[in-house]
């Protein structure tokens, strides 16, 4: 294999990227000035090296924790839970919650052999059994079938902590992913969460 | 290339590049179909819910001959089935019934199967509590009868002979019940005699009303029914949302 052939079959492992546009990347890389390449290489590598989950909501950051768990300002009492750590991004720009996340990653799908214990759930309910107050755990995982699954198992598994939980509202699209809606619906749909039912 | 109008279950679906899905779809008149719905994952796009697991309706697919890959034109939504969200087991069933459809059917059209994981999604959808659990066990039995791999009920699985009545040995391995002498000396379950004739109104469809269970007899029809398929179906190969649902238990 040349490095050629190595670059193409990298970049052709990546999410919506064929051979054809991976072949297509990798001579306009080779197109460009050395210091440009090399910056994109020790950017990868710095990417690899530093970014890990949050030791506590599984976020990725760049230190053990992540800014949102460290802020001091946001509420304890109060969890948003997503599927992936690029579903905070969007609900941070919606600007409607101010309290801590939590990141499964991922949601239930039998097909795929996703069960709960492959999802961060025990690390969920143990951290809403360690608040002192009453909990609201707001279940933003996305508004497809399998979402409304995983949403649907985690209210059964948080009954015993008697927290409240929540699920945002549609207004979502259906079938869609949080990271694709803007920030007004989402915000409407955080306020207008409802009460899972029991 | 031929536009094909026909019925259609969603079985699964995943992501395709950056803004496509593919769809596995059981359809009445084109059996089992792998299709690409181009812009699916497009905030507005025109599939918008409809492309989502177990929903049903009308499906425009292109049919190109000898293609594996057909193209979704249009899916016309007629029924979501988002009740079986609310359940984990019914969800976790949901998902076995597609995974065996995925698995162990063909692009021959098959209308009666297609009329059975009808039937049971929507049956499944309004089911709860004990109910839930029968139905369970009834439909995935069903499902076996309706891919071609019944078990052997009154005669012996291995030589044909009449099995007697009553409480009677089960043979995964022979694929059905057996006589006494074909299960003499060997290591097989017992099955009661009320579970045997439960067994047999499953895959004969004649059950009527709901018998309830001990907790320990649905479990032992639960992995009855788990290594039958993967003995006879799976052939050793993995079977992740049955793995998935046994594993709820
Ligand atoms: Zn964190
Ligand atoms: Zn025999």
């Known amino acids: 294999m040349s490095a050629i052939d190595d670059l193409n079959a990298e970049l052709a492992k990546l999410p919506g990227i064929g051979r054809k546009t991976a072949t297509r990347l990798t001579y306009h890389l080779l197109k460009q000035p050395k210091p440009t390449v090399e910056r994109l290489a020790s950017t990868l590598r710095t990417l690899a090296e530093k970014v890990h989950p949050c030791q506590k909501c599984g976020n990725m950051s760049e230190s053990v924790l992540c800014p949102f768990c460290v802020d001091p300002r946001r509420d304890d009492t109060s969890f948003c839970v997503v599927e992936e750590s690029s579903d905070i991004d969007a609900i941070e720009k919606a600007g409607e919650f101010r309290g801590r996340y939590h990141v499964l990653g991922g949601r239930l799908s039998p097909l795929d052999g996703i069960g709960p214990e492959d999802l961060a759930i025990d690390a969920l309910k143990h951290r809403v059994e360690q608040v002192d107050a009453t909990v609201e755990v707001i279940v933003a995982t996305n508004p497809s079938m399998e979402g409304e699954a995983t949403a649907t198992y985690l209210s059964g598994v948080l009954k015993t902590t008697g927290a409240l939980v929540t699920r945002i509202a549609l207004g979502l699209p259906v079938g869609g992913d949080l990271q694709y809606a803007d920030a007004v619906t989402i915000g409407q749909a955080m306020a207008a969460r409802r009460k899972m039912p029991e | ?249």
């Open chain 2, 1 to 249: 290339m031929t536009l094909v109008t026909t019925p259609a279950i969603v079985l699964h679906s995943y992501r395709y590049g950056e803004t496509s899905k593919i769809v596995r779809l059981l359809t009445l008149d084109l059996g089992l179909q792998s299709v690409v719905a181009k812009g699916a994952m497009r905030p507005k796009s025109k599939f918008g819910a409809s492309l989502e697991a177990h929903s049903e309706g009308a499906a425009h697919i292109y049919v190109k001959p000898d293609r594996e890959l057909n193209t979704l034109g249009e899916f016309e939504v007629n029924q979501l089935r988002r009740e079986l969200a609310g359940n984990v087991e019914r969800f976790a069933l949901a998902g076995v019934l597609a995974e065996l459809v995925i698995k162990f059917s063909s692009s021959e059209p098959h209308p009666q199967l297609y009329v059975y994981l009808h039937s049971r999604l929507n049956q499944l959808c309004g089911s709860t509590g004990e109910q839930l659990v029968v139905d369970g066990i009834l439909s995935l039995w069903g499902m076996i009868r309706e891919l071609g791999y019944a078990p052997a009920l009154t005669e012996c699985a291995a030589d044909g002979r009449p099995v007697s009545e009553g409480d009677a040995p089960f043979s995964v391995k022979d694929g059905g019940f057996l006589c006494d002498d074909c299960a003499l000396g060997r290591r097989l379950s017992m099955v009661p005699a009320a579970d045997r004739r439960f067994i047999g109104h499953a895959i004969e469809d004649t059950l009527e009303g709901i018998p309830v269970f001990e907790e320990n007899t649905a479990a032992a029809h639960r992995r009855l029914l788990s290594r039958f398929i993967h003995y006879h179906l799976a052939e050793g190969r993995e079977l992740k949302a049955l793995d998935y649902w046994e594993a709820l238990n």
